[in-house]
């Protein structure tokens, strides 16, 4: 049998693999046909190209290359540098952007490259100096409310979890609640959406020195042209977190006040999701924090990853092609497909629907958990992840929600009469799923029943769904 080029590529290199490892080889080969043959629905992944894929195999993993473009702390790093400047290039044309760091290894990351690129702009203090001669392990709260302090007691102001915000912008289990003095806004109950003047209130009376903007499941665009106006007005730096939005910025179906890039003095993302290109994260800034900026490695980064910088560099090629434009266009005209399907079907649709890329559905209508929700569509093929609705009664690990996404489904194909379709696969798993209970009797919030039968049925549906629209259709492992 003849194979094309990509076919050739990856069938050789799970042969290189295999002759090492082989059970890692079949688990690639397992991950490819669990994905081809899935309803992907998690808003946060997507597929990237082949070539995207294969740049981030090669000799570029074996090098360090510590500093930035034409500053390394290690000779040999000629080629990296070119990489390296060619995904800071795209990414400051595509997203008209002034400077780009592309060396962040992931979202939380870049998070971490602009808090302390605005700390380090914006204060001075012998705190950091002292911090560094211990282990931030070591630290107890009484030493963090203290450098906290000593730093003028750093205040910042974010989405709430529930509401939709990520945990990296402030709160407690991460890193960024022990660097700041953490407040959230929310959503107006009645609507699910943000309301300004109460952002603007708060700000008022907490006086962070960040406001973030961004989310990770608020499925409505936000006004940067307003937070922007409201971080000026109490001397914020205004940041945005784009990372599940990034394609839709870049594929300009965000412009004007939804665009980010023009109203905040920094902007970090991830290089996946609606980007479509390899896990990573990037930071993109106004001139003047550019140089703080680029000192995210050693601040707080360890050695580039110049692997997957070559695969940015590619992705973001890819996504200034004409085409992307049309590909993030369709993301939500299939997501908003997706959300009236639900709609007619008698689903609860947090904020009624969806303008961007992820519907987010309360599940407590179906009598279930989010976490009993997600397993029970685990079982019939259809791949999701359980989320917090604002006010959850279940928490953040049981959840009242489910979080789902069109880039990946759009990425292969499926169009708006598919996305009705897939409706109708999740609300017959969901009004079919009923709660469990513990030994003693209890009502459990992780037990289900679901027919299997029925889940096998609904499975060979979805795979059936997805025939017409094979997953890399190029690569024959055979």
């Known amino acids: 049998m ?10 050789s290199a799970l042969e290189v693999i295999r002759a090492v490892e ?20 998690i808003a946060s992944e997507n597929y990237a190209s ?25 000779a040999g790093c000629q080629n990296v540098d070119t990489v390296e400047a ?5 990414a400051r044309e595509l997203f008209g952007a002034a400077h780009a760091y592309v060396q962040p290894h992931s979202g939380i990351d870049a998070n971490l490259v602009a808090f302390w690129a605005v700390l380090a702009d914006r204060v001075e203090s012998p705190a950091l100096k002292k911090a560094q001669v211990r282990q931030v392990n070591d630290l107890t709260e009484a030493d963090w409310f203290a450098l906290r302090r000593e ?27 022990k660097m700041f003095d953490q407040r959230s806004y929310g959503t107006d109950l009645a609507t699910g959406l943000i309301d300004y003047d109460r952002v603007a209130e708060a700000a008022r009376e907490f006086k962070p020195l960040i406001l973030v903007g961004g989310y990770s499941a608020y499925p409505r665009k936000v006004n940067f042209r307003i937070l922007r106006e409201i971080a000026d007005s109490v001397g914020a730096t205004f940041m945005v977190d784009m990372a599940h939005f990034a394609g839709l910025v870049a594929g300009k179906v965000f412009t004007g006040d939804f665009d980010p890039v023009p109203h905040a003095h920094i902007v970090t993302t991830t290089t996946h999701k609606s980007l479509r290109g390899p896990r990573g994260g990037m930071v993109l800034c106004q001139p003047e924090l550019a140089d ?26 890819e996504a200034r092609r004409p085409d992307f434009a049309d590909y993030a266009q369709r993301i939500v005209d299939n997501a908003q497909a997706l959300a009236e399907g639900l709609l007619r079907r008698g689903a609860t649709l947090v904020t009624g629907g ?3 890329h992820l519907v987010l559905i309360d599940v407590s209508g179906y009598g279930l958990t989010g976490r009993q929700a997600e397993q029970a569509l685990l079982d019939s093929g259809i791949v999701t992840n359980r989320n917090s609705v604002p006010q959850d009664p279940n928490g953040a690990w049981y959840t009242s929600g489910i979080r789902i996404g069109t880039p990946a489904l759009t990425t292969r194909g499926l169009g ?3 996305m009705d379709q897939t409706a109708e696969l999740i609300h017959t798993v969901l009004t079919h799923t009923t709660a469990g209970a513990n030994a003693d009797g209890t009502p459990s919030k992780a037990k289900y029943t679901l027919d299997a039968d029925l889940a096998d049925k609904i499975a060979r549906q979805a795979t059936d769904l997805l025939a017409p629209h094979p997953l890399y259709p190029a690569i024959d492992l055979a």
């Open 2 to 11: 003849s194979h094309n080029a990509e076919s050739t590529a990856f069938r």
């Open 22 to 41: 082989p059970r890692v080889a079949d688990a690639i080969g397992a991950e490819l046909t669990d994905q081809r043959e899935s309803l992907k629905l």
């Open 50 to 74: 082949p070539a995207t894929l294969l740049a981030m195999g090669n000799w570029f993993s074996d090098k360090y290359a510590e500093g930035t473009v034409g500053r390394r702390f290690y």
């Open 86 to 90: 060619l995904a800071a290039e795209h």
């Open 151 to 177: 730093l003028g007691n750093q205040r910042m102001l974010g989405m709430s979890l529930d509401a939709g915000g990520h945990l990296t912008h402030g709160f407690r289990p991460n890193i960024s609640g």
């Open 292 to 317: 703080q900026v680029d000192r995210g490695c050693p601040m707080v980064l360890g050695g580039p990853l110049p692997h997957v910088m070559a695969a940015k560099a590619v992705a973001l090629a």
């Open 354 to 356: 969806t303008d961007n």
């Open 416 to 418: 708006t009469a598919e």
